[in-house]
């Protein structure tokens, strides 16, 4: 096709195709093990995928109501009150959406107007700044510090401003794995009280927290429950990125707003999706096993490499972990990763990418949310690598 010749102005000028879609086309080209983007490569629950089948088969193929079916928000708000105590109406309180990055986009877009500043916590899951920059708004990256990436509420302190509208909080945190304490909810829910700061909690990966530790969801703190939109993944939950399901909770307020934006950049998700998980979602043992479940891949990654020269903390959160190469290769991350996809066959994420600044800490991430082969395999390569 001849090229466009009307010049176009690019909403976002600085903005190319997400590190995840490139490390994962590389690996599939290179033929490598790709523990880069973050999905499992064993597959979901064949009685969830029964039940999908059998809504299809039961003729639940037209929309859904536009918020989610009841049946499933109703599952969602007894969820949340039994893992983290607040109460969120089925009725007014909680949406189904197409997987958390819509949710995340449809709450930025509900709520950010021209010039709002947000705060971010970098390194930061990609889709956050983009989705600040099309609604007009400034994200304002604060740095976890490496090794151990936690948050500086002096910073945060510091950086509020009054053009602050919202703060983007994820834990547990990808990449890096580390998970926020009590201490860190609380301090947050001093510094905003008397504020009118909105918070939009990222927690797809609430159920995948390790070596005991609990996760710290908003939901868990009233004074910040009151202000905040929590975002889950059902992907990320039931093993089924490629499905595009999560939902949002938050004060009915709130939740009008998401609403109104919702109707009309999704209307409505997969219905014989809802049906299903309806269903699933009712037997807690189905997200309750997770910690469990995922820890064992984590342990027998780390233990695979445990003799090799990367420093690494164990992840306490999400299905990542950072290794840090410094004392194998001075190259920048980015190339990096993509010389071992080719030359080793082992692709990754690099970190410098979830920085507006491309920072490089000569870290990259993997992906443990794999059968137990591919990570003995990937660690073998691992191992070679001198
Ligand atoms: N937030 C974080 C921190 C993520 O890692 C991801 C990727 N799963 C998402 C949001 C998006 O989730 P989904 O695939 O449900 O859109
Ligand atoms: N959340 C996944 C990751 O961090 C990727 C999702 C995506 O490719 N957008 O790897």
Redesign the pocket.
């Known amino acids: 096709m001849p090229n466009y010749k009307a010049s176009i102005s690019s909403k976002l000028p600085d903005t190319s195709t997400?590190i995840?879609?490139v490390m994962s086309k590389l690996a599939h080209e290179e033929k490598a093990i790709n523990l880069?983007?973050?999905?499992p490569d064993f597959p979901s629950s064949p009685e969830l995928i029964n039940l999908v089948s059998e809504a299809m088969k039961q003729g639940y193929n037209q929309y859904a109501p536009m918020p989610g079916i009841y049946s499933l928000r109703e599952v969602i708000s007894e969820k949340i009150t039994s893992m983290y105590g607040t109460v969120y109406h089925p009725e007014t309180e909680i949406t189904v959406t197409a997987g958390a990055?819509q949710a995340i986009f449809t709450i930025i877009t509900a709520m950010i107007q021209q010039d709002d500043e947000v705060i971010i916590f970098a390194p930061a899951?990609?889709?956050y700044i983009p989705s600040i920059r099309l609604n007009g708004g400034k994200a304002i990256e604060i740095e976890l510090q490496a090794p151990d990436y936690r948050v500086d509420w002096k910073a945060v302190k510091d950086t509020i401003s009054n053009k602050t509208k919202m703060i983007i909080l994820n834990t547990p945190h990808?990449?890096t794995g580390t998970v926020l304490s009590k201490d860190d909810m609380i301090a947050l829910e001093s510094l905003i009280k008397d504020t009118n700061i909105i918070v939009l909690s990222d927690e797809v990966y609430e159920h995948l927290i390790y070596d005991g530790l609990e996760h710290q969801s908003i939901a868990r703190f009233p004074g910040l429950a009151e202000r905040s939109f929590l975002v889950a993944s059902f992907g990320k939950t039931f093993h089924n990125?490629g499905w595009k399901m999560g939902y949002c909770a938050g004060p009915s307020a709130l939740m009008e707003e998401f609403r109104k934006v919702h109707q009309y950049n999704v209307f409505s998700v997969n219905h014989p999706i809802q049906k299903a998980l309806s269903v699933y979602l009712k037997n807690k043992e189905n997200y309750l096993v997770l910690p469990e479940f995922f820890q064992k891949k984590r342990d027998l990654f780390l233990n695979a490499i445990k003799d090799s020269k990367f420093v690494f903390k164990p992840s306490s959160g999400t299905y990542f972990q950072l290794l840090n190469y410094a004392n194998l290769s001075e190259e920048n991350d980015l190339e990096l990763a993509k010389k071992w996809t080719r030359e080793m066959k082992l692709a990754s994420?690099p970190i410098s990418m979830f920085y507006s600044g491309l920072i490089d800490n000569k870290a990259l991430r993997f992906?443990f949310a794999k059968s137990d082969d591919t990570l003995l395999r990937g660690a073998e390569i691992l191992n070679k690598i001198e």
């Open positions: 997400s995840f879609a880069s983007q973050g999905y990055t899951y990609d889709c990808n990449p990125t994420i992906c």
